[in-house]
T-cell receptor
């Protein structure tokens, strides 16, 4: 079973700051997801990637397959970015078909 | 368009009661997943359906947990004789495609979850 670690667990920053959230995993994967969860439970998929880099608006996600590491960056952060950001992976070894999740990074952006 | 819906959104059960949680996936989505999220933790995989077939139930924590998707669309997660440790948010997700490797190329769409509190 893959072990997914995220850092930091909690992050408080000022509006406008550049934010980086890190995710590392222990065994090979088919894909990695970055998810956003707001209070109340709703989860939104931000990115799904298996190599390289993806950008959507102020969000950028990168992955290094060799190092088993991914980062989520937020540029020009805004209070509405405050949420829990969760990294989740799909094992390539044919194990459980569902996602394996990290514990999440609780981000607070202060105005 | 309609997303994944779950009902009820909140459920309070007394210890020992049976509960049934419903998930309506996006129409046409082949894959359906159930996850359990304890307070302050990331979600954990419970079970997976491809159409009506339950292909993986390795994450179900005990034989008190049972899931079905008889017609390949709506799914129900049933918990018998609820215990306090069952208190969690139960998340349902669906995806367009079927089993590995195809479905990994498609996003999972999550429902809002059902918050179960067992007293």
């Amino acid at each position: 079973k893959n072990e997914v670690e995220q850092s930091p667990q909690n992050l408080t920053a000022q509006e406008g700051e550049f934010i980086t959230i890190n995710c590392s995993y222990s065994v090979g994967i088919s894909a990695l997801h970055w998810l956003q969860q707001h209070p109340g439970g709703g989860i939104v998929s931000l990115f799904m990637l298996s190599s390289g880099k993806k950008k959507h608006g102020r969000l950028i996600a990168t992955i290094n397959i060799q190092e088993k590491h991914s980062s989520l960056h937020i540029t020009a952060s805004h209070p509405r970015d405050s949420a829990v950001y969760i990294c989740a992976v799909v094992d390539s070894g044919g194990g459980a078909d569902g996602l394996t999740f990290g514990k999440g990074t609780h981000l607070i952006i202060q105005p | 368009g309609a997303g994944v819906s779950q009902s009820p959104r909140y459920k309070v059960a007394k210890r020992g009661q049976d509960v049934a949680l419903r998930c309506d996936p996006i129409s046409g989505h082949v894959s359906l997943f159930w996850y359990q999220q304890a307070l302050g933790q990331g979600p954990e995989f419970l079970t997976y359906f491809q159409n009506e077939a339950q292909l993986d139930k390795s994450g179900l924590p005990s034989d008190r947990f049972f899931a079905e998707r008889p017609e390949g669309s709506v799914s129900t997660l049933k918990i018998q004789r609820t215990q306090q440790e069952d208190s969690a948010v139960y998340l349902c997700a669906s995806s367009l495609q079927g089993r590995l490797p195809a479905w990994t190329k498609y996003e999972q769409y999550f429902g809002p979850g059902t918050r179960l509190t067992v007293t």
